[in-house]
């Protein structure tokens, strides 16, 4: 494994352990069990998911 590609999973972990939104995983998942649905588009993404974090009881410890 490369120094990038070890720079890059590194980061994408540290991504999912902080909570940060991951939009090309996401699409990717689109990609392979949705073929016919498009992703919606990154910034929707981003707005839906700081919705869900913010607005879960219980998801927050203050």
Same mark, same amino acid.
């Given at each position: 494994?490369?120094?990038t590609?070890?720079?890059r999973a590194?980061?994408?972990?540290v991504?999912?352990v902080i ?6 995983? $996401? ?8 073929p016919?649905?498009?992703p919606i588009p990154?910034d ?9 974090? $913010?607005?879960k009881p ?5």
């Amino acid at each position: 494994m490369s120094a990038t590609e070890l720079l890059r999973a590194a980061a994408a972990v540290v991504r999912r352990v902080i909570g940060v939104p991951d939009y090309d995983r $996401y699409a990717a998942h689109m990609r392979l069990h949705h073929p016919g649905v498009p992703p919606i588009p990154r910034d929707e993404f981003m707005r839906q998911r700081l919705a869900e974090r $913010y607005n879960k009881p219980g998801s927050r410890c203050c």
